[in-house]
Every structure is written in C-alpha cells, then in structure tokens.
Nanobody, 124 residues
Framework: QLQASGGGLVQAGDSLRLSCSGS????????IGWFRQAPGKEREWVACITSNYDTTSYAESVKGRLIISRDAAKSTAYLQMNRLEAEDTAVYYC???????????????????WGQGTQVTVSS
C-alpha cells in the first residue's frame, strides 16, 4: 500500500530525498516512519513523524543529517538525507502507523503498512 522511491547511488557527502506515497492508502491520519536495513543486519528505525502536529523523532545516528517531513496535500512523506555516509547504505523502507498520533513509535511491529523499499548506496 505504500511506495518508497528516490534511492540511488551517490558519493559520500551527497544528498538524496526519498519519497513515500500511498498507492492504495492515503497517508492522512497516519504517522510515518522510515526504517533501513543493511545487508546482514536487522531493520532499524531511522526517523518518524506523527499524524498530529507533525512531531518528528530521529535515531541518534542520523540526527542533524536527515530530515523527515510530510506534505498533506500530496499525501506524501519525505526523508531528506544530507551529508550521506557509507554507513547509510541500506534499503530504506517507509511505514505507516495508525495507533500513535502523539508520539510516533520506533519499533517495526508498531507499524501497520509498509512500502517495498528503495536502495540507497553511498560510495566512499
């Protein structure tokens, strides 16, 4: 029900903007989370934005470099990725959460709908 796009191959220090839109799901009323999964590692939470007041939260490893936002009119969420590092290489997934409108969750199991993922590769 969600589609993540915008990934690609970039050099360290470059920027990318990922997008997340609903194919059969409108994002209104859902909190949106971004996760990533590197080869051989578990899926980890990166950032999220609530459905109420667009409150944002970030993992410490990306704080200050990644910015999550949403455009209600376009029913799209974004992840602006700046000063990319080789350690950011992963498949990035967006997910939608309906039950936590005030404080968005960081656990995989708290999200109800997932996108298919988009590959981000950062060369050093």
């Amino acid at each position: 029900q969600l589609q993540a796009s915008g990934g690609g191959l970039v050099q360290a220090g470059d920027s990318l903007r990922l997008s997340c839109s609903g194919s059969t799901l409108t994002l209104e009323g859902f909190g949106i989370g971004w996760f990533r999964q590197a080869p051989g590692k578990e899926r980890e939470w990166v950032a999220c934005i609530t459905s109420n007041y667009d409150t944002t939260s970030y993992a410490e490893s990306v704080k200050g470099r990644l910015i999550i936002s949403r455009d209600a009119a376009k029913s799209t969420a974004y992840l602006q990725m700046n000063r990319l590092e080789a350690e950011d290489t992963a498949v990035y997934y967006c997910a939608a959460d309906y039950l936590h409108p005030i404080s968005c969750p960081s656990r995989v199991g708290d999200y109800d709908y997932w996108g298919q993922g988009t590959q981000v590769t950062v060369s050093s």
